[in-house]
């Protein structure tokens, strides 16, 4: 993983003696727990947070759910997983596309112990042609690199990358791809079937005044960043993020930037939690 400067804050948090705070890593469809990895890396290095990584049923090496299986499904599966993990402690959750969705959920699931949501590209409406999405561009292209990759690789590393350089590559290669590679399109076909959730989060009216970071990249061309502006009325202390030159894996296009902001959310939950 690139090495990401985020900053000299680290030293607040470092110097907590609290036991760690459970983050619940949430990934989005299609991949497995592996996106999240740097983020998870950098929260862990810090030293008061701990990273509990969730495989969704169909993805990485988590077995495809029996009978229906669509989002209500996974949101009932998802609730028990953490249900019999946290034991009525304090957690957080950080979600990354439909995981940030599942965060959504999670966090009314359990708003009592919730300490803040860090939501990375998320899903605002779950059907695409609800969301409003700008045009997919590439700012860095490398056409050499492209070549030099296995066909299939290049071709799904190009459909979302607006950086194509090999660091991002690297990084791509080693997070994302393996997830991709791994994910049962069965399964994924029957999440298709039954992607809503009713009501869906943003339609709820309590507000959670817990820290919330929402980061969306510019030119994410999946999940958009003008939906997430919507979520505010739900997180009055949220912070929104829009970081140019970054599609929907902002954190794999500009791993500084997105390492900053959670640099920034880590800080929040800790004086949140410690009710400072």
């Known amino acids: 993983m690139r ?3 985020v900053g000299a804050d680290i030293k607040d948090i ?6 760690p705070l459970t983050v619940f890593m949430i990934h989005g469809n299609g991949v ?3 996106i999240l990895k740097p983020l998870g890396d950098r929260l862990e290095a810090i030293g008061w947070f701990q990273s ?3 495989d969704l049923p169909g993805f990485g090496d988590c077995p ?7 989002l209500p499904e996974l949101a009932h599966w998802l609730e028990n997983r953490i249900r019999s993990t946290h034991n009525g402690r304090p957690f957080a959750l950080l979600g990354n596309s439909l995981g940030g969705l599942l965060c959504q959920e999670m966090a009314d699931r359990f708003s009592d112990v919730v300490q803040g949501i860090f939501l990375l590209a ?3 409406f779950p059907q695409a042609e609800a969301r409003t999405l700008p045009q997919h561009e590439v700012h860095v292209e490398d056409p050499t690199l492209l070549a030099s990759l296995p066909q299939r690789d290049a071709n799904l590393f190009a459909e979302f990358a607006v950086i194509q350089s090999e660091a991002t590559w690297n990084d791509y290669s080693q997070w994302v791809l393996p997830g991709l590679k791994a994910a049962n399109l069965r399964a994924m076909a029957q999440l298709s079937r039954r992607y809503y959730l009713d009501p869906l989060p943003i339609d709820r009216h309590p507000e959670l005044l817990v820290p919330v970071s929402i980061v969306s990249g510019h030119q994410d061309n999946v999940t958009g960043f003008e939906d997430q502006t919507l979520l505010i009325k739900r997180y009055p202390n949220a912070q929104l993020s829009v970081i140019e030159s970054a599609g929907h894996n902002v954190h794999i296009d500009q791993p500084v930037a997105v390492g900053n902001k959670l640099l920034d959310w880590a800080n929040d939950v800790h004086r949140f939690y410690s009710g400072q």
Do not use: Q
């Not at 470092?14 to 036991?19: E, F, G, I, K, P």
């Not at 495809?64 to 669509?70: R, S, V």
């Open 64 to 70: 495809a759910l029996e009978g229906k299986a669509g």
């Open 32 to 34: 497995d727990h592996r």
């Open 3 to 5: 090495s990401t400067a």
């Open 14 to 19: 470092n110097n907590s003696t609290d036991t």
């Open 122 to 124: 998320t899903a605002v």
């Open 52 to 54: 509990h990584y969730v």
